[in-house]
């Protein structure tokens, strides 16, 4: 008697901040990350990620559809970012001013700057 081989994969997406969907999938091996999707339904639950565009990683590394998973991966399905992170960060200091915001902002007292 033959048995199939299972992979054991989590299927992750927040589609807010601070709000995490995960779903445990057992498939059978070999399946790729469009299968996981699919059996998911997160695809039929939110269609704004439905798309050709769509950012997925493994473990936080990117991975593309046709990616074989292995047993215990977890697939993360990204958002598109609001704000690019440089354009919010240099906003933000220039709101702040140059001794409020980053890496001097919190000094000990008797401190030498920068420390």
Excluded: H, N
């Excluded at 469009?34 to 695809?43: I, K, R």
Aim: glycine share 6%.
């Amino acid at each position: 008697m033959v048995s199939e081989s299972r992979v054991r994969v989590k299927v992750i997406y927040s589609p807010q901040p601070r709000q995490v969907q995960e779903i445990s999938l057992v498939l059978s091996a070999p399946c790729c990350v469009l299968q996981a999707l699919q059996c998911s339904g997160f695809l039929l639950q939110f269609p704004e990620i439905d798309t050709p565009q769509i950012l997925l990683g493994i473990w936080g590394r990117k991975a593309r559809l046709d990616q074989v998973l292995r047993d215990l991966d977890r697939v993360e399905i990204y958002r598109p970012l609001r704000v690019d992170p440089k354009v919010a960060r240099r906003e933000r200091f220039t709101r702040q001013g140059a001794r409020a915001a980053g890496l001097f902002r919190q000094k000990r007292p008797g401190a030498k700057a920068g420390y």
